[in-house]
């Protein structure tokens, strides 16, 4: 107990998150998709899917017998939020923030304004590989979820899952209706009810969120601004490098698309510069799926250092020509 | 992909389990029950119920909206075997063959009789607290299921669920009815489908899956028999001191229903019991939820040596008088 309250109050002070919120903790971001659809969906979902994460959550959607609609773009591409119109219907909006799977990144802003054009309807977002960079404001979000193996460097098999009282509510109401189903394993109801004794619902990851409180206050004593800053500088040198590079480009061609935290790379040559940065050890991602031959996706996260960045550049610029 | 190959292998060899049995891995044991309802269960399941874990799994069928039903008996005692009638209508039979609450075991033969004279119905069993001592014949179940943090000494967060392709079938039966709900996340269908590839539905527990090979790896190389025996041993030491002992009694009365694994005491002094153990080195539970005052449990695990039992038995006969 002591533990989980020590780990959510580090979590609630690094992202800024307000008193009225509950941190649960679950084993996976996929779960807590499910979780999200299950608890806060009674018919109607909405889905901006913009790449394979945005579109794995509406496929729960679907397979937990829903009715989710969506605004699909081409997968590298984000959406324009002026024309974004959203179904009277919907009783959850469902936006990835970060998509790791193309290195789309949708700014801070524009989910802001979702909610504020839409405020009854509850708002999810999806932050798996954007924390701890990413700076929600808490005010204009219903719930958001993130997993530990990315920005916090951990060992995969845990899961941060943060939500305020209307999705409690939500839950509730769904929970009461006659074929309402939010089920029994990590519902929402029993999660709240555990995490007000700061207990959770089975034997947790304990390890897991040890880990996790370790590194938490490891980025409060080093300051989450510094962090940020940091991630900017890197991401900046990394596209500014494939900007100009002649054998590899990044996917996303708006600059203001582009991830900070999940830098995605297309090129001819996929293979030989996984290979020669690997050989030099670094290890890169494959592109997501089918995009494995074409792409490689390079990580931004705390762990990497300033000097890890220079080092995949110098790398490529004297050893491929 | 090789971990997860070679772990289900050392799984497999270890309890000698047929080919045709599946290894998936999920979060805990209160998940696979749950998993279990949702996916073997289409209206009834049928619960053997004598602690709380059987009244978890019970409990989960009807938070599913199930209609489960029930055999109950006083918690510490186990059941007439001879005398167990199932409901026709049942479709899964739920057994907790070591009730982690109360040190209840069912004699594996016992197990055997109720599916040959039900061998239409899917059979279940709870080996959490039992594992690996517990020896199962496959023949006669469906599907078992544990987590790691008992007897195989290992970090909480990770459980294996053992299926057979009955469980599989079944599963997809539910999948097509018109009102049946199988779930998304960890759906037996996803798993299944997976676990022929040996990958897992989402990012996994890649640690705890690491450590529960190295784990089995030492566990066969060092022989099962020789930790049953060891354990039996172990057992014998323990009840036969608690039985003649005059401040602390085993709760189970009748030998052939005392868990060999889980060893439950009850006594008026049981503070200073754990007080006087822990000040030497060795911690004992609880015992559970409302038994806290009055019961401690002794885990007769494979990490658990012979001498760890002895100096227990040695404390108590010295240091209490």
Do not use: W
Not at 70 to 95: A, R
Not at 135 to 163: E, H, M, N, R, T
Not at 193 to 213: D, S, W
């Amino acid at each position: 107990m002591e533990l989980f309250q020590s780990t959510a109050k580090n979590i609630k002070i690094l992202f800024n998150i307000p008193d009225e919120f509950y941190i649960f903790f679950l084993g996976s971001a996929t779960e807590c998709m499910d979780r999200i659809i299950q608890n806060l969906v009674f018919k109607n979902s909405f889905h901006l899917i913009n790449g394979a994460f945005s579109q794995r959550i509406y496929n729960i959607s679907n397979e937990l017998h829903k009715k989710p609609l969506y605004k699909k773009v081409e997968f590298g591409k984000s959406f324009d939020f002026n024309k974004v119109t959203i179904p009277q219907q919907t009783e959850l909006i469902s936006i990835v923030q970060n998509e790791t799977s193309t290195g789309v990144s949708i700014n801070e802003k524009d989910i802001k304004k979702i909610k504020e054009r839409y405020p009854d309807k509850l708002l999810a977002v999806d932050v798996v590989s954007s924390v701890p960079y990413v700076k929600l404001d808490y005010k204009y979000v219903d719930c958001s979820f993130f997993s530990v193996q990315k920005g916090f460097g951990l060992p995969a098999g845990l899961a941060v899952l943060i939500a305020n009282k209307s999705c409690i509510d939500k839950s509730i109401y769904i929970s009461k209706k006659k074929s309402g189903r939010i089920g029994s394993y990590h519902n929402f109801l029993k999660l709240y009810e555990n995490a007000q004794k700061f207990q959770t619902t089975e034997t947790p990851n304990t390890l897991g969120i040890f880990l996790l409180n370790k590194v938490t206050e490891q980025l409060l004593s080093y300051g989450i601004g510094k962090i940020r800053k940091e991630t900017d500088e890197k991401a900046k040198m990394l596209y500014g490098y494939f900007d100009n590079c002649n054998f590899a480009k990044p996917l996303v061609k708006n600059p203001a698309d582009r991830s900070k935290t999940v830098i995605v790379i297309q090129s001819d040559i996929k293979k030989k510069i996984k290979d020669i940065l690997k050989k030099n050890g670094i290890i890169v991602s494959d592109g997501y799926e089918k995009n494995k031959s074409n792409q490689i996706r390079i990580g931004n996260f705390p762990q990497h250092s300033i000097d890890d960045i220079k080092k995949i550049i110098r790398i490529l610029q004297t050893k491929i020509k």
